[in-house]
């Protein structure tokens, strides 16, 4: 069962930058490990996570094996408006998550 | 009573020493394919082209001695106005000995207000962490930073 943390601020001042947290719980599966009984484990990675804002790409990354499990990804915005930012996680073995929140600025 | 041959006993340290030689003869160990900084060097090629390296501008904070390879927290920041006209594009991170050379490329623009990012990431190895910002006028810029690593990550058994 996966799920989203965010951390937005639910409010600023117009041109403020604001820092967004996100975090999907996922294990990350490199692909480079074995069982005991020397079988190798499939790959099952995140490989793009998507920020939007009201619709408009803001951040982008491609996530590759070397990125720990439960992905952590913050980063920086300028809050030009109210509005929601839609955030989109796709990997390997069909998985699709998607989370939104929520900001007022004034 | 105390009858010690010494032939025996000299035959016993003579078998003895040659035993000690013969596990001196090259063990033949099997690691798993890693990077290698060649590996690392084309996949670097890959994002910057032609383009020249520039040293600067980029901070690379990473931990320098890390116990668990698992879980390394490391922010990316890029010093820059973040301007339409002056602002960082992408920011590509690379690794020289985990099985695979990459390990992140964020896409920002001059919207995010301050070029910074931080995830946590995976090391295999005691390594070279080498981050890569490209600017809005194309030009690349780079910092690197050496990691020790106790506890290595992605290629341990499963339990």
Redesign the interface.
Known sequence: MASALINVPKTAKRGD??EVKTLMSHIME?G?????SGQM?PRDIITSFTCRFNGTE????????????N????????A?GSGKFEFEWIGDNGFSETASASISVE | MHDVNPTSRRRFLGLAGSAALCSTVPIVTLRPADATPAMLASAIRNVVGEADLHTGKVKLDVPPLVENGNTVPMTVSVTSPMTPEDHVKSIHVFNEKNPQPNIGNFYLGPHAGRAQVSTRIRLADSQKVVAIARLSDDTFWLASVDVVVTLAACTEEVI
């Open positions: 930058i604001i490199p480079y490990r074995h069982t005991a484990v803001i951040f982008r990354t491609d996530l590759f094996p070397a990125i720990a499990a992905p952590f990804i913050t980063f920086f915005t300028r030009t």
